[in-house]
């Protein structure tokens, strides 16, 4: 079985940083990793995904050029840097694992999110 849990969420205003950290226990390596968010009264959305050997990414069109995501298999741990905020990045962040895809439903294992808060 595999366990995430995630940390780094927080209130910021628009343009700062931040920096979302995933710990797997369990055997991630062979597993992509991927990010999701929910803001509220919306679906869950996907953010970005990393292969197992995080050769290839993938980003949302929303978050491309401002979020990258990354891992350390030595760690069993994922990332997800995130500049330049906006207000319309609000959501609760959720780390899954999975195969390499954009879809929630290709993802077997989920954390239970982070708050990410972006004031105007």
């Known amino acids: 079985q595999v366990q995430l849990v995630e940390s780094g969420g927080g209130l910021v205003q628009a343009g700062d940083s931040l920096r979302l950290s995933c710990a797997a226990s369990?055997?991630?390596?062979?597993?992509?990793m991927g990010w999701f968010r929910q803001a509220p009264g919306k679906d869950r959305e996907f953010v970005a995904t990393?292969?197992?050997?995080?050769?290839?990414?993938y980003y949302a069109d929303s978050v491309k050029g401002r979020f990258t995501i990354s891992r350390d298999n030595a760690k069993n741990t994922v990332y997800l840097q995130m500049n330049s905020l906006r207000p319309e990045d609000t959501a609760v962040y959720y780390c899954?694992?999975?195969?390499?895809?954009?879809?929630?439903?290709?993802?077997?294992?989920w954390g239970q999110g982070t708050q990410v808060t972006v004031s105007s």
């Open positions: 990393i292969s197992g050997a995080g050769i290839n990414r």
């Open positions: 369990g055997r991630t390596f062979r597993l992509s």
């Open positions: 899954a694992a999975g195969s390499h895809s954009s879809q929630k439903e290709d993802y077997d294992y």
